[in-house]
């Protein structure tokens, strides 16, 4: 079974610091990971996603993620924080051999102070 | 751009009615998807669907529970006899192989 461990369920910057959220999952398999965020009563909307290939992907809004296998890892990342990046942030893991299933982690809200 | 989307946004049934919930998913994807997020909790998977049949289904997902594509582009979740605890945000995403892209959900109440 898949799990996802997303370290902080909040977290607060300010505008314009690093923003750091972090994730480590276990898979049985090489893991296809993701990031999504959602704004309040929206959807959950693609931040960016590693599959294979380069271990550092970037993702929209200056986000990226780096993974790292020997930790388990694949925190987010964006060097300067905006006020429109507060929202709630999902890590997730994807089963290939279970119909593609995602299994989240349980969300990091992240809110940046002016 | 395409996007995916659902109807109703919000849903209020009395416990142990029906309810159907609809999405339209993106055009060219092959691989459908629904998820629930209860108030505060984290997004469960509830069941995949690929080539007209369920490919994966979790332990949520029982005789409750059933999903269809009754036509080329709907494709639905329909809930028998709902309970208080279904009171939920209802995802339905879609994709490819690797990726998958939601829509903005319904909020199913049930009283």
């Known amino acids: 079974a898949q799990s996802v461990t997303q370290l902080g369920s909040h977290v607060s910057v300010s505008e314009g610091a690093l923003v750091l959220l972090r994730c480590n999952y276990s898979?049985?398999?090489?893991?296809?990971l993701f990031w999504y965020v959602q704004y309040p009563n929206q959807g959950l909307q693609l931040l960016l996603k590693y599959t294979t290939g380069a271990t550092l992907v970037k993702g929209i809004n200056g986000f990226e993620a780096e993974f790292k296998k020997s930790e388990t890892s694949f925190h987010l990342t964006k060097p300067s924080a905006h006020m429109s990046d507060a929202a709630e942030y999902f890590c997730?893991?994807?089963?290939?051999?279970?119909?593609?299933?995602?299994?989240f982690g349980g969300g990091t809200r992240l809110m940046v102070k002016p | 751009e395409p996007e995916v989307t659902q109807t109703p946004s919000h849903q209020v049934t009395q416990m142990g009615q029906e309810v159907i919930l609809r999405c339209v998913p993106i055009?060219?994807?092959?691989?459908f998807y629904w998820y629930r997020q209860i108030l505060g909790q984290k997004v469960e998977f509830l069941v995949s669907f690929y080539n007209n049949e369920i490919s994966e289904k979790s332990e949520i997902f029982d005789d409750q529970f059933s999903v269809e594509r009754p036509d080329g582009s709907n494709f639905t979740l329909k809930i028998r006899s709902t309970k208080l605890e279904d009171s939920a945000m209802y995802f339905c995403?879609?994709?490819?192989?690797?990726?998958?892209?939601f829509g903005p959900g319904t909020r199913l109440t049930v009283t």
């Open positions: 898979s049985s398999v090489p893991p296809y």
């Open positions: 995403a879609s994709g490819g192989a690797n990726e998958q892209y």
């Open positions: 997730a893991v994807s089963d290939y051999n279970a119909g593609n299933m995602l299994t």
């Open positions: 055009s060219n994807h092959l691989y």
